[in-house]
């Protein structure tokens, strides 16, 4: 072999070498950024809970629950702009254009949004309604029931299949929480913890159910939206719209609910570093939530959703002295275990189907070959 080959050669070996390896960074950084992703969410959902349910329970002056959803849909909003002006590379004459073309020159496509962006925002009281009269651990139970709604409304307005385990899993889903709501009625038995203001677990469970189906609705219509619109738009701009909306309506509702009040008190009145916290909680959810679902897949965000359950039920033990009973045991457990079936087991996609039939077809056919 002459020198000038064996240096081709070499550069070939190396330029291989160089290729796998960077193959196998990009890998393994995928990988990283999966379960940082998936660490991430299960953080902010279960911090999420048991900040709310604190500031909630907090004895004295009590902040106005409406004044904190304008402040998250604002935050939300003024996000989207930060994300969509870095991508623009901080042009402000094209993200200006850009604004006036996809908000103002499109009145129709904008004002699809005002649907689902009414029914976040009456949701998002709903919860604080819903986590100022239930325990964290009950509440982050019971709101898995979003995934019964979200389920039923894909059905019903997608025209979705679902699996024979998912259908399963949803009977499992809504017998957990109902094991998880229906306590005894002796008080020393009941699964609760210590308060220090007035709450009604029923008004909680009214909060709990509505909010649910407004989640599922919003979430499939919003879906819809997406798929259905002829205008191919980012994920960011949707979300300006929706914080767009979503603050005018969280308007509407402060001065409909705590009007007079905030008038006298003032819009930022009893807030601690504690509101704060699940006001930026909350804006950057949805934010998480997109990582998530480009980084990783229905199994890990199950697991997820399951690690956050018990996550914050071990942490009411200590935060707020949640007594734990056979029944609630029970009833979390089968929520678990629901949600995890939910997520592993989906229908197969009609592609996946015809190309495993394929293949049946084709190992039949082999295997025909061989006994002739």
Same mark, same amino acid.
């Given at each position: 072999?002459?020198?000038?080959?064996?240096?081709?050669?070499?550069?070939?070996?190396?330029?291989?070498?160089?290729?796998?390896?960077?193959?196998?960074?990009?890998?393994?950084?995928?990988?990283?950024?999966?379960?940082?992703?998936?660490?991430?969410?299960?953080?902010?959902?279960?911090?999420?809970?048991?900040?709310?349910?604190?500031?909630?329970?907090?004895?004295?002056?009590?902040?106005?629950?409406?004044?904190?959803?304008?402040?998250?849909?604002?935050?939300?909003?003024?996000?989207?702009?930060?994300?969509?002006?870095?991508?623009?590379?901080?042009?402000?004459?094209?993200?200006?254009?850009?604004?006036?073309?996809?908000?103002?020159?499109?009145?129709?496509?904008?004002?699809?949004?005002?649907?689902?962006?009414?029914?976040?925002?009456?949701?998002?009281?709903?919860?604080?309604?819903?986590?100022?009269? /239930?325990?964290?651990? +009950?509440? %982050?139970? !019971?709101?898995? *029931?979003?995934?019964?709604?979200?389920? $039923? &409304?894909?059905? =019903?307005?997608?025209?979705?299949?679902?699996?024979?385990?998912?259908?399963?899993?949803?009977?499992?889903?809504?017998?957990?929480?109902?094991?998880?709501?229906?306590?005894?009625?002796?008080?020393?038995?009941?699964?609760?913890?210590?308060?220090?203001?007035?709450?009604?677990?029923?008004?909680?469970?009214?909060?709990?159910?509505?909010?649910?189906?407004?989640?599922?609705?919003?979430?499939?219509?919003?879906?819809?939206? /997406?798929?259905?619109? +002829?205008? %191919?738009? !980012?994920?960011? *701009?949707?979300?300006?719209?929706?914080? $767009? &909306?979503?603050? =005018?309506?969280?308007?509407?509702?402060?001065?409909?609910?705590?009007?007079?009040?905030?008038?006298?008190?003032?819009?930022?009145?009893?807030?601690?570093?504690?509101?704060?916290?699940?006001?930026?909680?909350?804006?950057?959810?949805?934010?998480?939530?997109?990582?998530?679902?480009?980084?990783?897949?229905?199994?890990?965000?199950?697991?997820?959703?399951?690690?956050?359950?018990?996550?914050?039920?071990?942490?009411?033990?200590?935060?707020?002295?949640?007594?734990?009973?056979?029944?609630? *045991?029970?009833?979390?457990?089968?929520?678990?275990?629901?949600?995890?079936?939910?997520?592993?087991?989906?229908?197969?996609?009609?592609?996946?189907?015809?190309?495993?039939?394929?293949?049946?077809?084709?190992?039949?056919?082999?295997?025909?070959?061989?006994?002739?």
């Amino acid at each position: 072999m002459s020198q000038s080959q064996k240096i081709n050669s070499y550069t070939v070996v190396d330029f291989d070498e160089r290729k796998t390896g960077s193959s196998k960074q990009e890998s393994t950084m995928a990988v990283n950024i999966k379960y940082l992703s998936l660490f991430v969410l299960v953080l902010q959902n279960a911090a999420l809970v048991l900040t709310m349910r604190y500031s909630r329970n907090l004895p004295g002056d009590m902040y106005f629950s409406t004044t904190a959803v304008v402040i998250t849909e604002l935050m939300k909003l003024c996000t989207c702009l930060l994300i969509i002006l870095v991508q623009m590379r901080f042009d402000f004459a094209s993200f200006a254009r850009f604004l006036w073309e996809n908000i103002i020159m499109l009145p129709w496509d904008t004002l699809k949004l005002a649907v689902p962006a009414l029914i976040y925002t009456l949701q998002n009281n709903l919860l604080f309604v819903a986590v100022s009269n /239930l325990s964290a651990a +009950t509440f %982050q139970v !019971s709101y898995q *029931l979003k995934i019964l709604t979200t389920a $039923l &409304f894909s059905v =019903i307005m997608l025209r979705r299949s679902l699996s024979v385990t998912q259908w399963v899993s949803l009977v499992i889903l809504f017998a957990g929480i109902a094991t998880v709501q229906v306590q005894p009625n002796d008080p020393t038995k009941r699964a609760s913890e210590k308060v220090n203001t007035e709450q009604s677990a029923m008004i909680g469970l009214c909060a709990v159910v509505v909010s649910c189906l407004f989640s599922g609705f919003a979430g499939v219509y919003f879906e819809k939206i /997406l798929k259905s619109s +002829t205008q %191919q738009s !980012s994920v960011w *701009l949707r979300n300006i719209q929706l914080g $767009l &909306f979503g603050t =005018i309506i969280g308007l509407i509702t402060m001065v409909f609910k705590d009007g007079p009040n905030v008038m006298e008190k003032g819009f930022f009145f009893a807030y601690t570093n504690y509101v704060w916290a699940v006001i930026c909680l909350q804006a950057g959810g949805g934010l998480i939530v997109a990582l998530v679902v480009k980084y990783a897949d229905n199994i890990l965000k199950g697991f997820a959703t399951s690690v956050s359950i018990i996550i914050s039920t071990v942490a009411s033990v200590y935060l707020f002295q949640f007594q734990i009973n056979a029944q609630f *045991l029970v009833g979390s457990s089968l929520v678990i275990v629901a949600v995890y079936l939910y997520s592993k087991y989906p229908r197969p996609k009609p592609e996946a189907i015809l190309a495993t039939s394929l293949e049946q077809e084709q190992e039949k056919n082999i295997a025909q070959g061989i006994k002739s």
